[in-house]
């Protein structure tokens, strides 16, 4: 039996016998199809059960980068309680509370002082050399295990042993952005002797010594992200520490695009950007992410240029510019990454549609000049389609005159009949989101 088919009978009734094996498979959501393919020991479901009952997991060690945390670390180490065994703090030279309030709320937290290096990946690898069994879980002091989760971490992490223990790959739990996006592939938690370490100075994954990416599990765990809030950004200069990081990698791998698209997405900000700034990220990045995919599978090198197309699209729309944004929208779909290439397409055509919309309204507008006792009955079907096509296109000024106008002609109706529609669906809105 390969794992893919004993992940399809965890949602079949009956399909895998209620059991410690049922309930943990079931925090597994996803894996990627070399992984999927795996054969497992055994082809029964209820033998490989009854193999579970009785494995002990290996240990789970949390490494949490610190500098400055007294305020956050006490409660992203004490919602780890029921799913680690062991704390390594790596930290960059605290000068508040930090260690001691990590020592209250773990008694047996470990501190490793490791001067700050400007380099991400150099702090998490530093744990290799400390621990070496079992699973290394990389958090960070910003984040926290969900209440309603404790306990979902450890149990994952034991079900992948058993069933794959001779398999390299990463877990990834869910990490959510408070009122922000969440995030799926995060690539967290892997063996400590296993054959992967972290590459990046920041936005750091685990790659295999050739600089290929590892395969992936995704688990139903998530971690709450407070760190990306604008204050806390603003507070602690992320911003502008991950775009001088972005600049240093890029100095040092130049033909690397994955460190152009951090700098245009990490540096840029689209809302308050200039027309020149955001056509020179545009040039900046257009000329490196290329319009092909390299063969293969994405690596450390490749594996932003999709995205760099995604950001390309972005920058598109804020500059107007629609070939570019339709040739874009094209690689996203033949990337399959089909639900961007459609929101952006979308948005192409919509744009189109509306700005004729619109050009109809004023069409209809410029023959009023026009009427005559002869065809007043064909104004004021004029006046009602031009009325329809206003709150169409959002010309909202030009809806009620139209309409008005319609009516004094003997039109109207159907008009009235959308605004009718139009009342019923805003009623139905939740209090306050009209």
């Not at 399809?8 to 209620?18: F, K, N, T």
């Not at 149990?155 to 995030?183: M, N, Q």
């Not at 009023?368 to 329809?388: C, D, I, K, V, Y």
Request: hydrophobic content about 40%; aromatic content about 6%; charged content about 25%.
């Amino acid at each position: 039996m390969k794992f893919s088919h004993l992940l399809d009978l965890v949602h079949v009734p009956g399909g895998i016998p209620a059991s410690r094996l049922a309930s943990d498979l079931a925090l597994v959501t996803s894996v990627s199809l070399d992984l999927a393919d795996t054969p497992l020991s055994s082809a029964d479901p209820a033998d490989l059960a009854a193999g579970y009952a009785s494995y002990r997991p290996r240990p789970v060690t949390a490494v949490v980068l610190t500098y400055n945390e007294e305020e956050r670390i006490a409660g992203c180490l004490s919602a780890l309680a029921d799913d680690v065994d062991h704390c390594l703090l790596v930290d960059s030279g605290s000068v508040d509370g930090t260690a001691g309030q990590a020592l209250r709320a773990r008694g047996d937290a470990r501190i490793l002082s490791a001067p700050w290096a400007d380099d991400f990946s150099r702090q998490r690898n530093l744990a290799f050399g400390e621990v070496t069994d079992g699973w290394l879980c990389h958090v960070d002091a910003d984040e926290v295990l969900a209440m309603s989760h404790a306990g979902r971490l450890r149990r994952a992490l034991s079900v992948l042993d058993y069933l794959l223990p001779d398999s390299d790959f990463v877990v990834s739990p869910v990490i959510a952005d408070v009122d922000g996006p969440v995030y799926t592939n995060t690539q967290r938690v892997l063996r400590a002797d296993g054959p992967f370490r972290f590459r990046g100075r920041v936005h750091e994954h685990p790659y295999d010594p050739d600089g290929r990416a590892p395969a992936r599990v995704q688990v139903d765990v998530r971690f709450d992200h407070s760190g990306y809030l604008p204050e806390v950004v603003d507070q602690r200069g992320k911003r502008e520490r991950y775009v001088r990081l972005d600049r240093l990698a890029r100095t040092e791998e130049p033909d690397n695009p994955k460190w152009v698209y951090y700098e245009v997405r990490d540096g840029l900000d689209h809302r308050s950007a200039s027309e020149e700034e955001l056509r020179a990220a545009f040039v900046l990045l257009a000329a490196h992410a290329g319009e092909t995919l390299p063969a293969g599978p994405p690596g450390y090198r490749s594996e932003r240029i999709v995205d760099s197309w995604s950001l390309l699209c972005e920058l598109a729309l804020g500059l107007g510019e629609a070939d570019a944004l339709r040739t874009y929208a094209a690689l996203l779909g033949e990337a399959g990454r089909t639900v961007e290439a459609t929101y952006y397409r979308t948005l192409l055509e919509s744009s189109r549609l509306l700005g004729r919309l619109s050009a109809l309204v004023d069409e209809i507008g410029s023959v009023q000049g026009a009427e005559e006792p002869a065809n007043r009955h064909l104004m004021a079907r004029l006046f009602e389609l031009q009325s329809t096509l206003a709150l169409a296109s959002g010309r909202y000024e030009t809806v009620l005159p139209a309409y008005q106008k319609s009516v004094e002609r003997g039109a109207g109706h159907n008009v009235t009949e959308d605004f009718g529609m139009l009342a019923r669906v805003l009623a139905q809105l939740p209090d306050g989101a009209a």
